[in-house]
C-alpha cells in the first residue's frame, strides 16, 4: 500500500520554510501551537474571498507578526469610502480581533500574490468554488491545466475525490501535464488542498505544481521586458 507524505512537510528545511516561525520551551508550546490555528481559523474565515493562499505567523516576546499571502489585496485592506471609513479599516479591524482573541500585540502585514493561477493552494479553491457553482470537473481541472502552463511553469497534477458531478458513487480522477517529480527534493514543489461542499456531498481538491529554480510568471517577465525596452 503507497504510504503518502504531504509535499510540504517533506521538504521543509531543505527549500520550505516552517509557516509558523518562533521558539518555546515545553511548556508553553503546545498553547502558542493552539493559539496559531485560532488565528489561522479567524483570519481564514473573515477573509474567506479574498483569495488567501498562505498565513505566516512570527513571533517576538509577547508580539505576533501576521503575514496574509493573498491574490487580492485590496479585499484584505478594505477601500476607502466605505461607510466613510479610510483605506485599510478592515485588515485594522482584523488586528484588534485578533489583539483581543490572544490578548498580545499583533501586527499583520499584506502580501501580495502576483501568479494566483501559478500558485497550488488557489487553484485548488478555484477548483473547488467552480465545482460548488455546478461546473463540470474535467472542464475546470482543464481550464486550470491550461492557464498554469501558460505562466509558465513546469508541471501540475491536480486530483479530486468524492461524489464528482452528482455521481451515486465515489470515485477519484485526476489530470497531470508536465513533469511534477514528487520524489525529488530539489524540486520545487507547491501543494494545496481545498473542499467543495457540493450538494451531492463533499470533493476533496488536491493540487500539485513543478515550478522552476528561476521562475517568473511570464506576465512578470513580459513587463519587466517592456519596462527595459521604454527606458533603452
Known amino acids: 500500500m503507497g504510504q503518502k507524505v504531504n509535499p510540504i512537510g517533506f521538504r521543509v528545511g531543505v527549500d520550505h520554510d516552517w509557516r509558523s516561525r518562533w521558539f518555546a520551551d515545553k511548556r508553553s508550546f503546545g498553547d502558542l501551537l493552539a493559539e496559531d490555528n485560532l488565528i489561522r481559523d479567524i483570519v481564514g474565515k473573515k477573509l474567506k474571498d479574498a483569495a488567501v493562499s498562505e498565513i505566516r505567523i512570527e513571533r517576538y516576546a509577547n508580539r505576533v507578526r501576521v503575514n496574509i499571502h493573498t491574490a487580492r489585496p485590496g479585499v484584505v485592506m478594505g477601500k476607502a469610502g466605505k461607510d466613510g471609513a479610510k483605506a485599510g479599516a478592515d485588515v485594522e479591524a482584523l488586528r484588534k480581533e485578533l489583539a483581543k482573541k490572544t490578548g498580545k500585540e499583533v501586527y499583520v502585514e499584506v502580501t501580495e500574490v502576483r501568479d494566483a493561477d501559478a500558485n497550488a493552494q488557489l487553484v485548488a479553491e478555484s477548483i473547488a468554488q467552480q465545482l460548488v ?43 497531470k501535464e508536465g513533469k511534477v517529480p514528487l520524489h525529488t527534493l530539489r524540486a520545487k514543489i ?28 511570464r506576465m512578470i517577465k513580459r513587463e519587466r521586458r517592456d519596462r527595459n525596452a521604454s527606458h533603452a
Open 133 to 175: 457553482r455546478r461546473i463540470t470537473l474535467k472542464r475546470a481541472m482543464k481550464r486550470a491545466q491550461k492557464t498554469a502552463m501558460d505562466m509558465g511553469v513546469e508541471g501540475i497534477k491536480m486530483l479530486a475525490s468524492g461524489r464528482i458531478n452528482g455521481a451515486e458513487l465515489s470515485r477519484t480522477e485526476w489530470m
Open 190 to 217: 507547491e501543494y494545496g488542498f481545498a473542499e467543495a461542499l457540493t450538494t451531492a456531498g463533499q470533493i476533496g481538491v488536491k493540487v500539485w505544481i513543478c515550478k522552476a529554480d528561476n521562475y517568473q510568471p
